[in-house]
């Protein structure tokens, strides 16, 4: 296997990792790690609308929203990852479930993420969150 092929694969378990991250960060709500997955500003898109934040501000939405249930789960598989130099798109998807002890709400869907190379690795600089659908 030559260097760029090392290379391909290399980045795209670094990428696969910021997904794993940002799941783990969120569940268990841990504000700097969940942070270490974004650029310092970045495109967020959960809406329907695209919005650019700091990722402290982003990091502080995500966090209020989560906060109003007792328990999260994110779980992110079935990645595609198409790298461009020091860029990436990447798309997974996404089971969420949130609870709280009267109920839970569940989301099925998939990220299409943006990411490009920093001197801290990886980094996503644009995130969309397309809801298929959900229950709860």
Known sequence: MDKSNEQMIMD???????FN???????????????SC????????????????????????AFSAVGAFEKTQHIIANHTININ??????VAYLQAHHHNKDNTWSVW????????????GWKIN???????????
């Open 21 to 35: 991250r940002y799941a783990i960060g969120v569940d268990k709500r841990d504000k700097e790690l969940y942070g």
């Open 38 to 61: 974004f650029t310092d500003e970045l495109d967020v898109n959960v809406t329907g609308e695209v919005v650019k934040l700091k990722s402290h501000a982003w990091v502080d939405m």
């Open 126 to 136: 644009s995130l969309t969150l397309t809801m298929e659908w959900h229950n709860g």
């Open 109 to 120: 869907g998939y990220y299409s993420n943006k990411f490009v190379r920093t001197s801290e």
């Open 85 to 90: 130099g020091d860029k990436a798109d990447a």
């Open 12 to 18: 795209r378990f670094e990428i696969i990792d910021v």
